[in-house]
T-cell receptor, first 108, second 115 residues
Framework: GQNIDQPTEMTATEGAIVQINCTYQ??????LFWYQQHAGEAPTFLSY????GLEEKGRFSSFLSRSKGYSYLLLKELQMKDSASYLC?????????FGRGTSLIVHP | GAVVSQHPSRVICKSGTSVKIECRSL??????MFWYRQFPKQSLMLMAT?????????EQGVEKDKFLINHASLTLSTLTVTSAHPEDSSFYIC???????????FGPGTRLLVL
């Protein structure tokens, strides 16, 4: 099975940087996904980390430590439109499971 | 990137009727499709996993006779909510995954309201 832990809610100021942490315990781990979900919409794919380290993609970066069962999503230069839920999802098991997600609120 | 469509995007029906939701992968062959349900302010809950040409695998607590899943081709899976009741009102989202790939691509979701 899978056990995923990430904060329920975070708030940040427009233009700032925020880091959303995720710890997980899972069997058959191959990599870790991050998805973004705006209220009332379906999730959209953000990143997939297979190897340890930081991968940067524009304003968003994702980090993975396989030995520690730890990942984070780093959002820079926050914009109001970044207000959404961010879902951490370990990949590799046949049956995917998503955490409850972290609700990020960006305020002016 | 891969595109997954869902139809309809929104449906309102009377209690007791059946509703069919279609999920299509537009630019890749989806050997596996997943059906999720999400209630307001709740996490995504996996309902079933659908593999092309075989019976769907349902999660515990999901009634297979109520939520009929058909995955007849590599680009189409359907979910039929039979004899829908108000408690079935929810946001239904499908996702698709290509053979050998791990990334799931989500459809835009179908919002079902049963009166």
């Amino acid at each position: 099975g899978q056990n995923i832990d990430q904060p329920t809610e975070m708030t940040a100021t427009e233009g700032a940087i925020v880091q959303i942490n995720c710890t997980y315990q899972t069997s058959g781990f191959n990599g870790l996904f991050w998805y973004q979900q705006h209220a009332g919409e379906a999730p959209t794919f953000l990143s997939y980390n297979v190897l340890d380290g930081l991968e940067e993609k524009g304003r968003f970066s994702s980090f993975l430590s396989r030995s520690k069962g730890y990942s984070y999503l780093l959002l820079k230069e926050l914009q109001m439109k970044d207000s959404a839920s961010y879902l951490c999802a370990p990949g590799g098991s046949y049956i995917p499971t998503f955490g409850r997600g972290t609700s990020l609120i960006v305020h002016p | 990137g891969a595109v997954v469509s869902q139809h309809p995007s929104r449906v309102i029906c009377k209690s007791g009727t059946s509703v069919k939701i279609e999920c299509r992968s537009l630019d890749f062959q989806a050997t596996t499709m997943f059906w999720y349900r999400q209630f307001p302010k709740q996490s995504l809950m996996l309902m079933a996993t659908s593999n092309e040409g075989s019976k769907a695998t349902y999660e515990q607590g999901v009634e297979k006779d109520k939520f009929l899943i058909n995955h007849a081709s590599l680009t189409l899976s359907t979910l039929t909510v039979t004899s829908a009741h108000p408690e079935d009102s929810s946001f239904y989202i499908c996702s698709a995954r290509d053979l050998g790939e791990e990334t799931q691509y989500f459809g835009p979701g179908t919002r079902l309201l049963v009166l």
